[in-house]
């Protein structure tokens, strides 16, 4: 088990979780406000693809469109022995969740300005692909030159004042 994740892997080992993908840097770009756990409709090449543990959550989210959730720019390479029966890799794929939880996603992110972020990829104990998914608020991440220059302009601003009186 990776030491990166921070024990997920090794937490849902004992549940027959297998987590093929987890996207880190949500959880240090956004503040995660609510978590739902969706199914997600593949092809036969994707969900062999994800076997062999090759997937890319990193600059991913999830989108509405009509009714139905969609997860957008999420990486599944190709299966290399499908031949031409081949996926496209970075296709939109439909997120299958009840509607009561796709009207809770959608208030939030119309009325709230949140937005929707993948957590983590996985095969349940039945085998089945599954989603956790996020409704996140993104932080305001400070810069150091944007530090340094709001610190020299409060120095900047303090000598003029006490230079005029």
């Known amino acids: 088990m990776s030491s990166k994740s921070g024990g997920a892997k090794k937490s849902r080992a004992h549940e027959g979780i297998t987590v093929k993908g ?54 599944i390479p190709e299966y290399r022995e499908a031949n031409r029966f081949n996926h496209e890799p970075k296709r939109p794929r439909r997120l299958l969740l009840h509607r009561k939880q796709i009207d809770r996603l959608a ?23 599954k989603v956790d998914i996020a409704l996140a608020r993104g932080k305001k991440l400070t810069d150091k030159r944007d530090t340094i220059k709001t610190r020299d302009w409060n120095r900047e601003k303090s000598r003029l004042l006490r230079d005029r009186g």
Do not use: C, Q, W
């Not at 036969?44 to 990193?58: A, C, I």
């Not at 992110?109 to 085998?127: A, H, M, S």
């Open 22 to 75: 987890d996207n880190r840097r949500a959880r240090f770009d956004y503040e995660l406000i609510e978590t739902f756990e969706a199914g997600i409709e593949l092809k036969g090449s994707e969900v062999k693809s994800l076997r062999t543990g090759h997937v890319n959550l990193g600059k991913s989210y999830a989108a509405m469109k009509g009714n139905e959730l969609f997860l957008i720019n999420s990486n």
């Open 107 to 129: 208030v939030g992110v119309l009325r709230e300005g949140l937005t929707i972020v993948p957590l983590k990829i996985f095969f349940n104990p039945r085998g089945r692909v």
